[in-house]
């Protein structure tokens, strides 16, 4: 089974702190993902990378910037926490569309306060 | 933006009924449609996908998808109290964003023992 693992299940940091959350896969994917996820609002896309050094914004990159040095990690980082950006965080990857119709294999989450 | 449309809920059955989970969608090009169930603090799990118009059974799962109507369902058969979670359905974007995944906002069903 592919696993994702996400270094952290909670985080509480300061306004202002540059945050890391790390997310590492073990089944050689090119693709990884950020989401945060909100009540009420869904799953929401941050960044995406398609391979090592290749990033894409996805619908909410403001404030986020990513880092994608080897294929299996792809690091989320905030570059000044603010409180609207208290979430859960969700990492995941897939394989690229020519290889099937997999769906997303989801880490275990970083809950992220931002005080 | 691709929107991917569901009832919230919460839906509420009582054990042993069938639950039935409703998506629709607005990007006519996706070919590929998931649900996922996420427990309260947990993240999401895949539990069934599917790319032809009809009907696909797992066990006690059916997803059900009219690409015509751009709806995909998903029904619970013999529900269990362990089947109270968050359902999400998800959209794989076309074209330009085929790698991407959609996802509607979740509905959250209870099964009530």
């Known amino acids: 089974d592919v696993k994702v693992t996400q270094s952290s299940r909670y985080l509480v940091k300061r306004t202002g702190e540059k945050v890391f959350l790390e997310c590492v896969q073990d089944?050689?994917?090119?693709?990884m993902f950020w989401y945060r996820q909100d009540p009420g609002l869904g799953l929401r896309l941050i960044y995406f990378?398609?391979?090592?050094?290749?990033?894409e914004k996805g619908d909410i990159p403001e404030g986020y910037s990513v880092s994608r040095e080897k294929k299996e990690r792809f690091s989320l980082i905030l570059e000044s926490a603010s409180t609207n950006q208290t979430s859960m965080y969700l990492c995941?990857?897939?394989?690229?569309?020519?290889?099937?119709?997999?769906?997303?294999?989801f880490g275990s989450g970083t809950r992220l306060t931002v005080v | 933006q691709k929107e991917v449309e569901q009832n919230s809920g919460p839906l509420s059955v009582p054990e042993g009924a069938i639950a039935s989970l409703n998506c629709t969608y607005s990007?006519?090009?996706?070919?590929?449609f998931f649900w996922y169930r996420q427990y309260s603090g947990k993240s999401p799990e895949l539990i069934m996908f599917?790319?032809?118009?009809g009907d696909k059974e797992d066990g006690r799962f059916t997803a059900q998808l009219n690409k015509a109507s751009q709806y995909v369902s998903l029904l619970i058969r013999d529900s269990q109290p362990s089947d109270s979670a968050t359902y999400l359905c998800?959209?794989?974007?076309?074209?330009?964003?085929?790698?991407?995944?959609?996802f509607g906002t979740g509905t959250s069903l209870t099964v009530i023992p």
């Open positions: 995941a990857s897939r394989v690229p569309r020519d290889r099937g119709n997999y769906g997303y294999t």
């Open positions: 990007d006519r090009g996706s070919q590929s």
């Open positions: 998800a959209v794989k974007g076309s074209g330009n964003t085929g790698n991407q995944f959609y």
């Open positions: 599917i790319y032809s118009n």
């Open positions: 089944m050689d994917h090119e693709n």
């Open positions: 990378s398609y391979d090592v050094k290749m990033k």
